[in-house]
């Protein structure tokens, strides 16, 4: 059979319905390309080998279909599932086991949709480089010697490496779309809620957003539309998004540009990509709005505070009994919660929603706002601290300082490969869009994809390996 690789879901959807392929082979070829690449890859801590393939060939004997039929997908190892364990990427999580699928799980399992195995991640997704002690660390599918970026980080090489046609993760601070905008995907934070994280192992409740990274725009949107929640403020989101994305053309799109702090101390080579697409935009019809100050100066440290209070009130129970089996980094990390004064947690959440509204005022004069996703390209492994543009910065921070705030916010964020720098990594391109309209935001995706301003990036090996097994 030809590799799904360079296809859509739409287009891998189209050959099931007419026969072209058939939900076995395809899982079959599926679990095939993450066997064989996963020990240079790591992308995996489980497949489901035969029960995929059981379910496949027991799938393609029903009269009716999902709408998501045969589709093979992989998950972040922090959702649960019966029939695979959850690891949540930590030796600590050994004796548990899910007696029920997370809700998002359901959702993909009623849509016919095939999980395929479970993806590793920076340990309790308590980090941005994905490093992992306990299972590996998944390299960048682009240049080994740097990272896939995380915690999501195994999740988006299953979909550069063309095992998964798509993958969900889990988004804090950017968790999702690091990950995808280094490896050259696109990476979707949905607005806050939207997605239901329960039966999903947390790490900070009230900033924990449940994502998605895929190839392309259109994927995210007929994902999107089976996983997005029915319940309260966002059944309007929703319901919107049951109506399917029109290409939106880009004559007249108000684009918002926060020039101040989001285009400062960067890569030239990611500004650059950036302006580039906010001037083709205006060739063709849009409208550039300069965007006044936002001010930034107590965000990460507000969203600091939140994810130390949270997280440590999780694992304190489970680092009383396994302290010893949970990676050094990660458990002083979490003990530092201890610490966090009740007030200053207090604060911290009363800022969030300082912050949500300013945002939220933004949108009054534009349709989007766009920056880039990171303002470096993928780090070595290994590497501690990165220069970017006139600052020397810890590489967690440096690869947060442009997504943090808009899980403060809850608003909807969408990062699209929008270039290849010099060095020969992805280059990220970020959309924040107004609270609850993630429909809008992905179709101004689609309408970049359909001007050829983005495009996903097949890394060269995977290339090479798709002709080969054509």
Known sequence: MNNPLPVSLRDIRKDLRIGVLNPEELVEASLNRALRWNHQSRAYISLANHVAIEDARALARCETTGPLFGIPYACKDVFDTTDMATTAGSLAMADYRATEDAVAIQRLRASGAMLIGKTNLHEFSYGI?????AYG?????????RIAGGSSSGSAVAVAQGSAVFALGTDTGGSVRVPAALCGLVGLKPTMSLVDAKGVIPFCWSLDHVGLITRCCADASDVLQILAAQDGTVLNCADALGHGLETRAL??????????????NLDPEIGSAVEGVLSQCKDRGADLVPLSKI???HVRT???????????AWHKPRLKRHAALYGEDVRDGLLQGQFVLAEHYVQALRFMEVKRLEVERLFQDVDVIMTPTTPIIAPRIGDRSVTAGCIEEPVGQALTRFTCLFNLTGNPCLTLPVGCHSAGL???????????????????????EKANLVQWRVPD???IDAEASS
Request: glycine share 8%.
């Open 129 to 133: 480089t994905g490093e992992n002690a």
């Open 251 to 264: 004559n007249g799109l108000r684009i918002g540009v926060p020039h101040h702090y989001f285009f400062d």
């Open 302 to 312: 507000a969203s600091l505070i939140i994810q130390l209070v949270e997280a440590f």
């Open 295 to 297: 001010d930034m100066v």
């Open 461 to 463: 090996d995977m290339s």
């Open 426 to 448: 992805p280059i990220g391109l970020q959309l924040i869009g107004r609270s609850c309209a993630d429909h809008k935001l992905l179709s101004i995706g689609q309408a970049l």
């Open 137 to 145: 660390t998944p390299p960048n599918p682009h240049d080994d010697t």
